[in-house]
Nanobody, 122 residues
Framework: VQLQAFGGGFVQAGGSLRLSCAAS????????LGWFRQAPGKEREFVAT????????WYGDSVKGRFTISRGNAKNTVYLQMNSLKPEDTAVYYC????????????????WGQGTLVTVSS
């Protein structure tokens, strides 16, 4: 499975961006898909995950109410709509395929994209 994330860029505080991640190699219709991020000098942190059937979503506390995760009809694409962006949202954002276990832990994910950089200016 290969994951390609894109949509990052430079935005002012209060603005919006939409990240996309496209998976190829096999169908992911039975897997959840998620996003993590890593700011300079910090640990990678959980952002959001959507379940295999789109019925459930999980969000990190720092993005609740501002970010929305969704997936495309083909189930191999996942999106992250980011609104009301803050400078502390600046990070490289990674998409990943969820396998099992807690959605908050990196070890619960089997495949990772290369990341896309989001920079939010104050």
């Amino acid at each position: 499975v290969q994951l390609q994330a894109f949509g990052g860029g430079f935005v002012q505080a209060g603005g919006s961006l939409r990240l996309s991640c496209a998976a190829s190699g096999r169908s992911l219709s039975s897997h959840g898909l998620g996003w993590f991020r890593q700011a300079p000098g910090k640990e990678r942190e959980f952002v959001a995950t959507i379940s295999w059937n789109d019925a459930t979503t999980w969000y990190g506390d720092s993005v609740k109410g501002r970010f929305t995760i969704s997936r495309g009809n083909a189930k191999n694409t996942v999106y992250l709509q980011m609104n009301s962006l803050k400078p502390e949202d600046t990070a490289v954002y990674y998409c990943a395929v969820y396998d099992s276990g807690s959605v908050h832990y990196q070890r619960s994910y089997s495949y990772w994209g290369q990341g896309t950089l989001v920079t939010v200016s104050s």
